[in-house]
Every structure is written in structure tokens, then in C-alpha cells.
């Protein structure tokens, strides 16, 4: 049982297609240097940089009985720290789901590295693309939200999303915008629905 936080940054193609190469790595090793020690700082390990985005899971490979909670703490913290440390030139979305996976070395030759595996990821990656069409930085599913022990920033309901593959809605919940800063937006109160 793990959870995965998928982090993307908006625009980047778009970015990218302005600049040079070079301006376009500094941004992301930019970019990466902010990211990478919040999500470390909660327990979570980077499992693959993806071009403009990350991969991270929390409770493996090292099992932590509070992985959903760290990833929920994590990724409004990262949100925090890209809009402190980037502000207007970096906006990210963030999809957090978890449940059962596999973890092992997977790979051939010298490609080989721990892999995580199953559902559950695929899940997050598709919540994370969601957060562009509801407008939210952060959407955590409702199998995440069960999970969680401690309190935390109020979650609001944004609904039951369709998702590529899946047969039934996944509920989805966004962070109260009073209860956290996100990243490149002005603070505001979500009202639960």
C-alpha cells in the first residue's frame, strides 16, 4: 500500500518552444532543486523525473504507515515552496491516489532501477492531468482521503471525474484555498460542497 503524488508543470511545453534548450534545463533543474527535498523532507522518494514532472511515492519502497498523509503534507508544501522560491513563472498541478502497487528492480541490461507499479499509479497521473480542466493545483482521490490520519488542510469535494480506463467515476477533492497557499494564485475561501 503506497501513495503516489504525480507533479506536473503547466505550460512548460509552450515554455520550452520560446527558448533555448539551455534556458529550458536551468528552468527545470530550477524547478527540481525546490521540489525534490520538500518531497524527500516528508518521507516521499522521487521514483522518476518525467521531462517537466515527477513521479513521487510515499511508503515505498521504505513502508511508512502514514503515507497519505505525508504525500497530502508534501504536496502542500511544494506548493508553498514553488510559488516562495518561483512565483508567476511556475505553476504545477499535483494528482495524489493511493492504493496497491508492486515494487521491485525491474528492467534490462543496464536499465534497471525500482520501479512501482499497478492501477493506483496510472490513477494518479490521469487525476494530476485533471487538475488543468477543474482548475485546481492539487486533487486528491477519495481512496487518499480514506486514508488519512491527521489533520490536515480541509479537503472540498470537486466531484467524480471520468478517467481514461477506469469503468466508474473517481472522486476527486481539492485543497480549501483558504487552508494553504497555491502555487501562483491569490489566496481565496473555497466553499465545501
Known amino acids: 500500500m503506497a501513495t503516489m503524488a504525480f507533479i506536473d508543470i503547466r505550460g512548460f511545453t509552450t515554455f520550452a518552444d520560446r527558448v533555448t534548450a539551455r534556458e529550458a534545463v536551468a528552468y527545470l533543474s530550477e524547478f527540481f532543486e525546490v521540489a525534490v527535498p520538500v518531497l524527500e523532507g516528508h518521507g516521499g522518494h522521487v521514483n522518476k523525473l518525467l521531462g517537466d514532472g515527477m513521479l513521487a511515492v510515499f511508503g515505498a519502497p521504505v513502508s511508512l504507515p502514514d503515507h497519505a498523509d505525508r504525500a497530502l503534507a508534501a504536496a502542500t508544501d511544494l506548493l508553498g515552496a514553488v510559488d516562495a522560491a518561483l512565483g508567476e513563472r511556475c505553476r504545477?498541478?499535483?494528482?495524489?491516489?493511493t492504493g496497491l502497487v508492486l515494487v521491485g528492480t525491474m528492467g534490462a541490461g543496464d536499465?534497471?532501477?525500482?520501479?512501482?507499479?499497478?492501477d493506483p499509479v496510472n490513477v494518479a497521473s490521469r487525476v494530476q492531468g485533471a487538475t488543468r480542466d477543474l482548475g485546481e493545483p492539487l486533487l486528491v482521490t477519495a481512496a487518499t482521503r480514506f486514508m488519512l490520519d491527521a489533520a490536515q488542510?480541509?479537503?472540498?469535494?470537486?466531484?467524480?471525474?471520468?478517467l481514461r480506463g477506469k469503468s466508474q467515476p473517481v472522486a476527486v477533492y481539492?485543497?480549501?484555498?483558504?487552508s494553504v497557499t497555491l502555487s501562483g494564485r491569490p489566496s481565496r475561501t473555497s466553499e465545501p460542497t
Open 174 to 178: 481539492g485543497v480549501a484555498r483558504d
Open 92 to 97: 504545477i498541478g499535483i494528482g495524489i491516489n
Open 111 to 118: 536499465v534497471v532501477g525500482i520501479e512501482v507499479v499497478g
Open 153 to 162: 488542510p480541509q479537503l472540498v469535494s470537486r466531484g467524480a471525474i471520468a
